[in-house]
């Protein structure tokens, strides 16, 4: 007992640092991989994970040395110069082609802020650049922690800012990275869609209808549309109205209901992905349920999840059918919250009364198959239903609508009144 104690009053002497986070970049023959480093230092030696894995090591005033070991037991040594804010050096691991060889790869690391207050907080972020390109290396915008609320604005997808001037490429230039303290690959980043306000007096659309859509008699009649659609906005009344109208249409005033034709997460590492695209990460979905008042649900894939967004519509019909919605500008306020160790396989959106599941792929029958699976999952992760039980729900209560045609890709969307599910 007495040699615990003892123990126990050495341990307590020992200096012990606090926690420190780090974003490790390890570049592999070019490629870059990003990692979240968490240390803990004690008297010169050192604890903690590496995307999970356990290590340890050693540190002096300007080196750093650490041994990681992962889950199948194969072992990487990473060793470098350390200074306040970053590190740099080499890691030696196992080669990927082959067991009895190692390899060699440079790395480096930026040390990650603290939380200065453990309140939330509300950030005001104006873009002064744009992004064309969904990716893990583009440097993040602002940092926020879960329960930050963030406001901000958009452009649309010509590139066009709220005061009618270009200010990016088109093809639904994105407003982001933002950087998520927390968030590792396994997690779903929530993003809570607080306000979508239209923020100028126009919108752009086309007089199209997207091939998809069109039967081969119709197709032999719509060469000639394609054609640049003007709309007014009222921003009092809630309404937009196509200018130029013909006599038919002339007084068409239709509701509007701002969204977000694009949200997405930094995806897998590889080659960065076109903000024209779809996949797991979220992306250009153009679902126009992801509007004011309902929740997004991304799985997580790069250390900070790195949350884009862009591409607003003042309104869309399902599917995007025009292949242009009524393009706009925005702004935007949201809030992340942050579900440690759930992986999603699909986006999800929450609204009051439903939930809704997207399923995105190169054709109608597999988005059908991604949103059902991925409807399936929730009901069996979050209220607990058997297959048998979800099979049952589903087939007497979901709803699919198509909510994305426009794209390289598809999207079907999966719904389901909660109503009618068992408390979560």
């Known amino acids: 007992m007495k040699k615990t104690l003892l123990l126990s009053?050495?341990?307590?002497?020992?200096?012990?640092?606090?926690?420190?986070?780090?974003?490790?970049?390890?570049?592999?023959?070019?490629?870059?991989?990003?990692?979240?480093?968490?240390?803990?230092?004690?008297?010169?030696?050192?604890?903690?994970?590496?995307?999970?894995?356990?290590?340890?090591?050693?540190?002096?005033?300007?080196?750093?040395?650490?041994?990681?070991?992962d889950k199948q037991g194969n072992r990487y040594e990473y060793k470098g110069t350390a200074a306040a804010n970053n590190l740099q050096g080499s890691a030696d691991m196992p080669d990927t082609n082959d067991a009895k060889a190692r390899a060699q790869h440079g790395f480096t690391a930026r040390r990650l802020p603290e939380r200065a207050s453990t309140a939330p907080q509300r950030h005001?972020?104006?873009?002064?650049?744009?992004?064309?390109?969904?990716?893990?290396?583009?440097?993040?915008?602002?940092?926020?922690?879960?329960?930050?609320?963030?406001h901000t604005t958009t452009i649309d997808s010509g590139g066009v800012d709220e005061r009618g001037v270009t200010r990016a490429l088109f093809g639904n230039p994105q407003t982001g990275p933002f950087f998520v303290m927390g968030a590792e690959a396994g997690d779903t980043l929530a993003i809570h869609l607080r306000r979508l306000r239209l923020n100028r007096d126009y919108a752009d659309s086309l007089d199209s209808i997207v091939g998809r859509a069109q039967t081969t008699g119709l197709a032999a009649h719509a060469a000639s549309l394609g054609k640049p659609v003007r709309w007014t906005l009222d921003r009092e009344k809630g309404t937009a109205s196509p200018q130029g109208a013909s006599a038919a249409l002339r007084g068409l005033a239709v509701p509007v209901r701002p969204m977000l034709g694009g949200l997405a997460v930094a995806p897998q590492d590889g080659p960065a992905i076109s903000t024209g695209d779809t996949g797991r990460f979220g992306g250009n979905m153009d679902f126009n349920e992801v509007v004011e008042g309902n929740t997004v649900y991304l799985p997580v894939q790069q250390p900070g999840a790195l949350l884009y967004l862009g591409d607003a519509h003042a309104l869309q019909g399902d599917g995007e059918t025009s292949q242009y919605a009524l393009e706009t500008s925005m702004d935007v306020e949201f809030t992340v919250a942050l579900i440690k160790g759930k992986a999603v396989?699909?986006?999800?959106?929450?609204?009051?009364?439903?939930?809704?599941?997207?399923?995105?792929?190169?054709?109608?029958?597999?988005?059908?198959?991604?949103?059902?699976?991925?409807?399936?999952?929730?009901?069996?992760?979050?209220?607990?239903?058997?297959?048998?039980?979800?099979?049952?729900?589903?087939?007497s209560a979901v709803q699919y609508s198509v909510a994305n045609l426009a794209g390289r890709s598809v999207g079907v969307a999966a719904k389901i009144n909660k109503s009618l599910l068992p408390r979560r």
Not at 60 to 66: E, Y
Not at 358 to 383: E, F, H, I, N, V
Request: without cysteine.
């Open 345 to 395: 396989g699909m986006p999800r959106v929450e609204s009051p009364a439903q939930i809704m599941v997207l399923g995105q792929a190169g054709s109608l029958d597999d988005a059908l198959r991604a949103a059902t699976a991925g409807m399936t999952q929730w009901l069996q992760q979050d209220y607990g239903l058997s297959l048998s039980d979800s099979a049952i729900v589903l087939g």
């Open 9 to 69: 009053l050495f341990s307590l002497a020992l200096p012990l640092h606090a926690a420190e986070s780090w974003l490790l970049k390890l570049d592999r023959w070019g490629n870059p991989s990003y990692m979240t480093l968490h240390l803990q230092e004690q008297d010169g030696h050192l604890s903690g994970t590496l995307d999970g894995d356990s290590l340890h090591g050693t540190r002096t005033k300007s080196g750093i040395s650490f041994t990681v070991t």
């Open 124 to 150: 005001e972020f104006a873009p002064k650049e744009y992004a064309n390109e969904f990716s893990a290396t583009r440097p993040p915008v602002l940092t926020v922690w879960p329960g930050d609320t963030v």
